[in-house]
């Protein structure tokens, strides 16, 4: 936006000429200073550092805590007749299989289909176990959020039918 001054010395004829002096946003009040402008004002600027500083470091802090949170995962779940328990580690990975006594009056089969039941059973919670450990550090919505879960989510996880 350029800005109309009248001016008459060194114009012939005494008459008021029109001078066009542009203004700068960023120079505030158009004489070169930081007058009213914040992106100038060197305090301002100082204090938005501080906040966008410490915001970054409670967020490394969130995202540290919902790593070891993640880590320390460990979940057990059984099959829809109790017949097999299965423990999975934050990896997914199986830790442990706990077989009840009713596996001896079953057919192979059966305790074939209850050991991957409780297995995908024990995988579902552990992404429901990671979901709630993420909503509490660095929030579900976040993009370091869906970041973290994006690991935890599988077939088994996304399955309509609910449990096995």
């Keep these: 936006m350029d800005r109309i001054t009248p001016h008459s010395l060194g114009n012939p004829g ?3 000429a029109a001078t066009l002096t542009p203004l700068n946003p960023l ?5 070169g200073g930081a007058m009213g ?3 100038l004002d060197a305090e301002d600027a100082r204090e938005r550092l501080e906040a966008w500083q410490a915001n970054a470091v409670r967020r490394a802090a969130d995202t540290q805590a919902a790593s070891a949170g993640l880590r320390a995962l460990r979940v057990t779940a059984s099959d829809a007749h109790g017949i097999v328990e299965v423990t999975v580690d934050s990896t997914g990975a199986m830790a442990d299989v706990r077989l009840s006594a009713r596996v001896q009056r079953v057919s192979l089969e059966q305790t074939q289909q209850a050991i991957m039941g409780a297995y995908r059973n024990a995988r579902v919670k552990l992404a429901e176990a990671a979901a709630e450990v993420v909503r509490e550090t660095v929030g579900a919505d ?8 994006a690991g935890f989510r599988t077939a088994d996880t996304e399955d309509e039918e609910g449990r096995y």
């Design 142 to 149: 976040s993009a370091t959020g869906r970041a973290l879960l």
């Design 37 to 39: 402008n914040p992106l």
């Design 14 to 16: 005494g008459r008021a």
């Design 27 to 31: 120079l505030g009040n158009g004489n």
